[in-house]
């Protein structure tokens, strides 16, 4: 009883602040129109981060077994948007301002507040068929959406990387090895998308287990 609660607390928190980021998003653009989009940044962001941050804690939920989804699939994805984040977006002030970034801060949004909707309900026994539906199925077309804003928002980036320099370093001697870091990023990309093609699979086969024939029997009874 006590871990549950705890779990539907966290999922409380992440449906504030996600359904928070995701209507200031759609007030912001029906009163400033495109001019908001520049802004999504400095306008959310700082909530974008903290929500991102506290997600990590979904890894340690599944090591210690309170939370019985797969690590990898949800290793990869919080990653993903950690560094896509933190290391390509919140270091570089000049992609801030893209459109990208708030086509990502959307697509992640919508499907965040869809899963933690579910997520708090089923914590308390709750299953509507509807949400559950649109919960194992909502994430197969937008996830790769998703990946494809990821990927270029890391292609926009790479210009601002290379005229910076930022992350990139050189060891002295008697080492004299130096990481450029647009390579680590085009690196990162081949990554990218392979972990894209596996978690994909991950989520064709939890939405067969929740959405089968007998699984919906079942909830309907």
């Known amino acids: 009883f006590t871990m549950n609660m705890y779990l539907f607390v966290y999922d409380l928190m992440q449906f504030c602040g996600h359904s928070w980021i995701f209507t200031n998003m759609i007030i912001r653009f029906m009163t400033f129109g495109k001019d908001s989009l520049a802004d999504t940044f400095h306008s959310i962001g700082l909530v974008m981060r903290l929500c991102q941050l506290l997600s990590v804690l979904e890894i340690l939920h ?8 797969r690590l990898l699939p949800r290793f990869l994805q919080i990653t993903e948007r950690i560094i896509v984040l933190f290391v390509v977006i919140n270091s570089q002030e000049e992609v801030q301002g893209k459109y990208v970034v708030c086509v990502l801060f959307f697509l992640w949004n919508l499907l965040d507040v869809v899963r933690y909707t579910y997520n708090m309900l089923a914590r308390m026994g709750i299953y509507y068929l509807p949400l559950t539906w649109l919960n194992f199925s909502l994430c197969i077309p937008l996830y790769p959406l998703s990946v494809l804003a990821k990927g270029f928002a890391i292609c926009v980036s790479l210009p601002y990387f290379e005229s910076f320099g930022t992350y990139s370093i050189k060891l002295p001697f008697p080492f004299t090895f130096a990481i450029y870091f647009p390579y680590v990023l085009k690196m990162y990309l081949l990554v ?13 086969s939890e939405r067969m287990a ?10 309907r009874s």
């Open 210 to 219: 929740h959405l089968g024939t007998g699984n919906i029997k079942n909830k």
């Open 62 to 69: 599944i090591l210690i077994g309170i939370d019985k989804s």
């Open 192 to 204: 990218l998308f392979a972990g894209m093609c596996f978690i994909i699979q991950n989520l064709f």
